[in-house]
């Protein structure tokens, strides 16, 4: 719709701005759970125990959340209850029924531990606590300067030749979330959703310097030379051009017209003949491309064998293994909740994903009416291109219970709770205002 205004300017003057943010804003809740979860979310992106010796005996990851769940706990906050929130229970319940039945429990019982436990805690953390605007925009800001970090070091990797043991891509970023190019490439497609919701909110030298932080992920994407990479970072292109056109017309095509023609140019030719590869696989040196088709082949086939409970949560390799096949993990998110949790898993993961996206969709197209949600609603249209960014990795990647999608998920429940109390304030007139209707039920 042409009023519509998620990633179009938020045309207001900086005092304007303070004065209306500060009249929206309720206080926000203590500090410290907050502040927990970004040095958390600092660690986990760019991991300085990497580069700084001896930091990593002080296990700072675990310090910094262990900091803010105690913090979250002693606040005696409740975490919100939203459609994505109980999909996000109900992937729980499906995990846990998988673990008894499953192809190797204990092995299971660690994975639950070691991954799907912390997202889930992460996402329910960042759900809460980020409870105001100003928060939201400290955390979507901080995670696309790591990701332009990130992305400058996929450069440089790729300048200097530092390369994986096959010499073909870049070794990667050494994070948990970046450690091969196609993790990092993914990374980078979900940070630059959440800063093209960031840019229209930022003025001035920020704004610039935002610009250039962008500039340097789309960089460290193509450095990656990740094929499902590419093809992420063409659809959040494109969907971010349909919602910039709406609100900012020929600007907007203007401005995606000349960034295609500066990646065209600016792309090695090596890049290219990596694309290519895409339809015709047999020209893949590697054969990945053989190797993944090969793998959800297999994948299809173990979800027919079990299709109830699956082979049980982080099984999915163990079992390929023992049969003979290849010791990796099916290279779709989708396939491998269902080979681990089931067909019934494999949905329910898959509604949890679209709940989050239908989140964030539905408090940009609530909020676009607005004027005092304006800063709102772009945030939330970031989000809500970050979800479409791991939904369309995951297809082409093994991350079904790690912390790529658990981040954009947790801000997609945040933003819901912050629109209905938003809606749900009285108008600066006085007069009442009925705010059943948009309640974050809406977002189902």
Same mark, same amino acid.
């Given at each position: 719709m042409?009023h519509e205004?998620?990633?179009?300017?938020?045309?207001?003057?900086?005092l304007?701005?303070e004065?209306?943010t500060?009249?929206?804003?309720?206080?926000?809740?203590?500090?410290?759970?907050?502040?927990?979860?970004?040095?958390?979310?600092?660690?986990?992106l760019?991991?300085?125990?990497t580069?700084?010796?001896?930091?990593g005996?002080?296990?700072?990851?675990?310090?910094?959340?262990?900091?803010?769940?105690v913090a979250?706990?002693?606040?005696?906050?409740r975490?919100p209850v939203?459609p994505t929130v109980?999909?996000?229970?109900g992937?729980?319940?499906?995990?846990?029924?998988s673990?008894?039945?499953?192809?190797?429990p204990?092995?299971s019982?660690?994975?639950?531990f070691?991954?799907?436990?912390?997202?889930l805690v992460?996402?329910?953390?960042i759900a809460?606590v980020?409870?105001t605007?100003?928060r939201?925009r400290i955390?979507v800001?901080t995670m /696309?300067?790591c990701?332009?970090?990130a992305?400058?070091?996929a450069?440089?990797?790729?300048?200097t030749g530092?390369?994986?043991p096959?010499?073909?891509?870049?070794?990667?970023?050494?994070?948990?979330l970046?450690?091969n190019p196609?993790?990092?490439?993914l990374?980078?497609?979900i940070?630059?959703g959440?800063?093209?919701?960031?840019?229209?909110?930022l003025?001035?030298?920020?704004?610039?310097? #935002?610009?250039?932080a962008?500039?340097v992920?789309?960089?460290?994407?193509?450095?990656?030379?990740?094929r499902g990479g590419?093809l992420?970072?063409?659809? /959040?292109?494109?969907m971010w051009?349909i919602?910039?056109a709406?609100?900012?017309?020929?600007k907007?095509?203007a401005?995606?017209?000349?960034?295609a023609?500066?990646?065209?140019?600016?792309v090695?030719?090596?890049?290219?003949?990596r694309?290519?590869?895409i339809?015709?696989?047999e020209a893949?040196?590697?054969g990945?491309?053989?190797?993944?088709?090969h793998l959800?082949?297999?994948?299809?086939?173990?979800?027919?064998?079990?299709?109830?409970?699956g082979?049980?949560l982080?099984?999915s390799?163990?079992?390929?293994?023992?049969?003979g096949?290849i010791h990796?993990?099916?290279?779709?998110?989708?396939?491998?909740?269902g080979?681990e949790?089931?067909i019934i898993?494999?949905?329910?993961y898959t509604?949890?994903?679209?709940s989050a996206?239908t989140?964030?969709?539905s408090?940009?197209?609530?909020?676009a009416r607005?004027?005092?949600?304006?800063e709102?609603?772009?945030?939330?249209g970031?989000?809500?291109?970050a979800?479409?960014?791991?939904?369309?990795?995951?297809?082409?990647?093994?991350?079904?219970y790690?912390?790529?999608?658990?981040y954009?998920?947790?801000?997609?429940?945040?933003?819901?709770?912050?629109a209905?109390? #938003?809606e749900?304030?009285?108008?600066?007139?006085?007069?009442?205002q009925?705010?059943?209707?948009?309640?974050?039920?809406t977002?189902a």
């Amino acid at each position: 719709m042409a009023h519509e205004i998620a990633f179009g300017d938020i045309n207001e003057g900086p005092l304007a701005y303070e004065e209306r943010t500060s009249r929206e804003s309720p206080r926000e809740g203590r500090s410290v759970p907050f502040w927990g979860l970004m040095a958390f979310t600092f660690v986990l992106l760019l991991s300085p125990q990497t580069f700084i010796p001896g930091l990593g005996g002080l296990m700072p990851a675990k310090l910094a959340m262990g900091l803010a769940m105690v913090a979250y706990v002693f606040d005696g906050r409740r975490f919100p209850v939203t459609p994505t929130v109980q999909w996000a229970i109900g992937l729980v319940g499906c995990a846990i029924l998988s673990i008894p039945l499953g192809f190797w429990p204990g092995g299971s019982v660690s994975s639950f531990f070691d991954m799907l436990g912390k997202s889930l805690v992460a996402f329910l953390l960042i759900a809460s606590v980020v409870d105001t605007t100003r928060r939201l925009r400290i955390i979507v800001g901080t995670m /696309v300067g790591c990701g332009a970090v990130a992305g400058l070091y996929a450069v440089y990797q790729y300048r200097t030749g530092a390369l994986d043991p096959t010499g073909q891509r870049i070794a990667g970023f050494e994070s948990p979330l970046a450690s091969n190019p196609n993790d990092l490439a993914l990374t980078l497609n979900i940070l630059l959703g959440l800063g093209l919701g960031l840019l229209p909110v930022l003025r001035g030298g920020r704004r610039r310097m #935002l610009l250039l932080a962008l500039a340097v992920v789309v960089a460290g994407i193509i450095a990656s030379f990740s094929r499902g990479g590419f093809l992420t970072l063409l659809i /959040v292109g494109v969907m971010w051009v349909i919602q910039a056109a709406r609100t900012r017309g020929a600007k907007a095509l203007a401005a995606a017209m000349l960034a295609a023609a500066v990646l065209a140019v600016a792309v090695p030719a090596e890049y290219v003949g990596r694309l290519s590869t895409i339809l015709d696989t047999e020209a893949d040196p590697t054969g990945s491309a053989d190797i993944r088709w090969h793998l959800m082949e297999t994948a299809v086939g173990l979800i027919a064998e079990r299709p109830l409970f699956g082979f049980g949560l982080g099984n999915s390799r163990h079992v390929a293994s023992v049969r003979g096949g290849i010791h990796q993990e099916v290279h779709n998110s989708y396939l491998q909740a269902g080979v681990e949790m089931g067909i019934i898993g494999m949905v329910v993961y898959t509604l949890f994903v679209f709940s989050a996206y239908t989140a964030a969709r539905s408090v940009r197209r609530r909020l676009a009416r607005r004027p005092d949600g304006a800063e709102l609603a772009s945030l939330a249209g970031g989000i809500e291109l970050a979800t479409v960014a791991f939904a369309v990795g995951a297809m082409f990647s093994p991350v079904a219970y790690h912390f790529y999608f658990y981040y954009p998920a947790g801000l997609a429940v945040a933003v819901s709770v912050m629109a209905s109390r #938003l809606e749900a304030a009285p108008p600066e007139d006085g007069t009442p205002q009925d705010a059943s209707a948009t309640s974050a039920e809406t977002e189902a």
